[in-house]
T-cell receptor
Framework: DGGITQSPKYLFRKEGQNVTLSCEQNLNHDAMYWYRQDPGQGLRLIYYSQIVNDFQKGDIAEGYSVSREKKESFPLTVTSAQKNPTAFYLC????????????FGPGTRLTVT | QQQVKQSPQSLIVQKGGIPIINCAYENTAFDYFPWYQQFPGKGPALLIAIRPDVSEKKEGRFTISFNKSAKQFSLHIMDSQPGDSATYFCAASIEDGGATNKLIFGTGTLLAVQP
C-alpha cells in the first residue's frame, strides 16, 4: 500500500521545546516537501528536498530545520526559535523535482502552549 | 507575480448544483495547474490538473476550464453532492524538468453542498 505517512497525528508541546515531525514515503519519489497550513492562508512551503542529502529553504523556513538522510524519510524539526509554531503541518512528495504532481500525507497538528 | 488568487472564499450550493471556483495568476511561465480537495483534518488530495495546451479537462464530475489569455482557470463540479463538501485549493507551478518545482497555492474555497 503505497503512500505518505506522518506521525503523530496530534502533537502537544510546551513553549521552548524543540519537536520533530516524522514523514515517510514508500512511493520511491525523489522530491519531498514540508508545508504549513493556517486557517485562511492556504499552504506555505517550509523546506523541500530534491534528492538525498540535499534540501533548500522554502518561503517560511525560519525556526525550522530538516534532514534528508534517506530517500524515504524527511523529518521536520520545529525549533524554539519558531515564533508561532501551532499549525497543521503537511508533508508531500513528487516523483522528481521537476514534477508539480505532489502527493500529501495526512498531516500532523502541532499545538504549542 | 508568484501569487495565485482564488475566489470565492466560501460557497454554499444545493445538492445537484454546479459550484464554480475561480483562480487567477500573473506569472505566464506557470504551466501546470492542479486542484486539490481537502477534508477537515486530512491532507489535500490531488483532484484534477491541467496544462495550458488545452482549454478544458474533465474527470468524472470535475471539470477544469482554462483561459490562457485571461490567465484564469476554474473548477466546476457537476451534480454536486453533500460528500463534495470540502476545501478546494488551486495551485500553479512551472514544470521545467530540472529545477525544483514549487507549487504556489491559492488560499482555498470552503464548499458546502446542502442536501
Amino acid at each position: 500500500d503505497g503512500g505518505i505517512t506522518q506521525s503523530p497525528k496530534y502533537l502537544f508541546r510546551k513553549e521552548g521545546q524543540n519537536v520533530t515531525l516524522s514523514c515517510e514515503q514508500n512511493l520511491n519519489h525523489d522530491a519531498m516537501y514540508w508545508y504549513r497550513q493556517d486557517p485562511g492562508q492556504g499552504l506555505r512551503l517550509i523546506y523541500y528536498s530534491q534528492i538525498v542529502n540535499d534540501f533548500q529553504k522554502g518561503d517560511i523556513a525560519e525556526g525550522y530545520s530538516v534532514s534528508r538522510e534517506k530517500k524515504e524519510s524527511f523529518p521536520l524539526t520545529v525549533t524554539s526559535a519558531q515564533k508561532n509554531p501551532t499549525a497543521f503541518y503537511l508533508c508531500a512528495s513528487s516523483i522528481g523535482p521537476g514534477s508539480g504532481e505532489q502527493y500529501f500525507g495526512p498531516g500532523t497538528r502541532l499545538t504549542v502552549t | 507575480q508568484q501569487q495565485v488568487k482564488q475566489s470565492p472564499q466560501s460557497l454554499i450550493v444545493q445538492k445537484g448544483g454546479i459550484p464554480i471556483i475561480n483562480c487567477a495568476y500573473e506569472n505566464t511561465a506557470f504551466d501546470y495547474f492542479p486542484w486539490y480537495q481537502q477534508f477537515p483534518g486530512k491532507g489535500p488530495a490531488l483532484l484534477i490538473a491541467i496544462r495550458p495546451d488545452v482549454s478544458e479537462k474533465k474527470e468524472g464530475r470535475f471539470t477544469i476550464s482554462f483561459n490562457k489569455s485571461a490567465k484564469q482557470f476554474s473548477l466546476h463540479i457537476m451534480d454536486s453532492q453533500p460528500g463534495d463538501s470540502a476545501t478546494y485549493f488551486c495551485a500553479a507551478s512551472i514544470e521545467d524538468g530540472g529545477a525544483t518545482n514549487k507549487l504556489i497555492f491559492g488560499t482555498g474555497t470552503l464548499l458546502a453542498v446542502q442536501p
